[in-house]
């Protein structure tokens, strides 16, 4: 049996904690009802429209925050940062990856951008220093689920589609991966993403260095 060489994974919900439960947490914080982001932000069609936006580096973070702070009514200040203000690092994740760098596997980062200033989701996680490759969608003008950003992930990796193994909370990314010939894991439970991944790998990704 022959293993696969390259891992790819989603960012938020996948090496961070999960993204709802911070979104619900700021929603308490504001005192909002429960849900009211996910209706503003990601059902109406013209919030959808400005965070594809976003994830493409059509529009600024700041500019987002205006939109979003008006469609929710909240103050626009630093709004992206209070909505992620809960999300910490997800180590059982984290420690997989750096168990696959160990044993010769590639390890990518492929994320949707939510803009890197005055808020940068990233900061802390020192991506450029633990990863091989880090592909973040505002950079390149595209968002998942574009073919062509996954094209553009596996060019810099190196390694062709059934080559590679692509992790995401979002079941919609998976199957756009499927679809490029790239086995998808979908994120649901760090546990068993891990026990899944160590199984296509053909290596145990539970071990701390």
């Not at 090496?15 to 005192?31: K, Y």
């Not at 429960?34 to 919030?47: H, I, N, R």
């Not at 596997?105 to 990863?131: M, Q, R």
């Not at 994120?187 to 068993?192: A, F, K, S």
Request: hydrophobic share 45%.
């Amino acid at each position: 049996m022959s293993f696969r060489t390259g891992l790819i994974l989603d960012f938020g919900g996948v090496l961070t904690t999960p993204l709802i439960h911070a979104v619900l947490a700021f929603e308490q914080r504001e005192g909002l009802p429960k849900g009211a982001c996910l209706t503003a932000l990601y059902k109406d069609p013209e919030g959808v429209r400005i965070t594809s936006d976003l994830e493409r580096g059509a529009v600024s973070q700041t500019e987002w925050n205006a939109y979003a702070g008006k469609m929710l009514g909240v103050s626009p200040d630093n709004l992206m940062g209070r909505i992620f203000g809960d999300l910490r690092p997800e180590p059982r994740i984290i420690t997989a990856a750096a168990a696959a760098r160990r044993a010769g596997i590639k390890v990518g980062i492929l994320s949707n951008s939510v803009g890197l200033a005055p808020w940068d989701l990233y900061d802390g996680y020192e991506l450029e220093k633990l990863y091989d490759v880090v592909v973040i969608s505002e950079l390149h003008q595209m968002r998942k689920p574009d073919p062509a950003l996954f094209e553009a992930a596996l060019k810099l990796m190196e390694l062709p589609a059934e080559q590679c193994v692509f992790v995401d909370d979002t079941a919609e990314y998976v199957q756009a991966a499927a679809q490029l010939g790239i086995e998808g894991v979908h994120n649901q439970d760090p546990d068993q993403t891990v026990a899944q991944l160590s199984s296509l790998f053909g290596v145990d990704l539970t071990a701390a260095a």
